[in-house]
């Protein structure tokens, strides 16, 4: 997740500036992925809500879109933004990257967008704990190259190490595009518990 030591004008020049709108378009990644009014989103790393506020607009007055991060300021960042554009399905959330305090199995769809590489395993169990079975998380990663912008490329993970992470978590792949120039998406799904058959029983 972003680092709390990030001042507000540093995050607002990075994950705001004009190239990553260019090359990273919030509301083709929620088609893309089938965000739908209604859902409950929590996007874990928000940072300035560069995710969060397409997704509120998407999900409506009946969905919920909580926004995660790990620093202070940012995290009232989101919440003033919420305030002055009215988004009142937006719950700005303080964590720590051991805990995520959102209860189990609420969010119909989760996001890490270009955080993977940062955060450490307690987090990425935290984000699966919070998604409901059948749900989806999407995974948003710099594609493993050199590139004009983003992390160097020896912290970037490759496609297979990215599945890696979410599959030895149960998760299974469900889709995978490309999301502009930079960058690829994966989408997992949490399981549904398996169905036991009934057992007929005999009332003599």
């Known amino acids: 997740m972003h680092e709390a030591s990030w001042s507000r004008s540093e995050a607002l020049a990075c994950l705001e500036s004009a190239e990553r709108r260019a090359t990273q378009d919030p509301d083709l990644l929620w088609r893309r992925v089938g965000l739908k009014p209604g859902d409950t989103v929590v996007d874990v790393g928000s940072g300035t809500g560069y995710y969060t506020f397409p997704a509120a607009a998407m999900v409506g007055a009946e969905g919920r879109v ?30 720590t990257r051991s805990r995520i305090p959102i209860e189990d199995g609420i969010a119909d769809m989760a996001i890490l967008a270009n955080v993977l590489h940062g955060i450490p395993p307690k987090t990425v169990d935290e984000t699966v704990r919070i998604l409901r079975p059948g749900g989806h998380l999407v995974n948003v990663d710099w594609k493993k190259e050199s590139t004009p912008v983003g992390p160097p490329v020896q912290h970037r993970l490759s496609p297979a190490e990215a599945r890696e992470t979410f599959t030895a978590r149960g998760l299974r792949v469900v889709g995978t595009f490309e999301l502009g120039p930079f960058h690829y998406v994966q989408v997992f799904e949490r399981p549904r518990p398996r169905q036991h058959p009934g057992h007929l029983i005999s009332a003599e």
């Open 66 to 95: 909580y926004a995660v991060d790990v620093s202070r300021e940012l995290v009232e960042l989101v919440r003033q933004r919420a305030t002055d554009r009215d988004a009142r399905n937006v719950i700005s959330v303080l964590s």
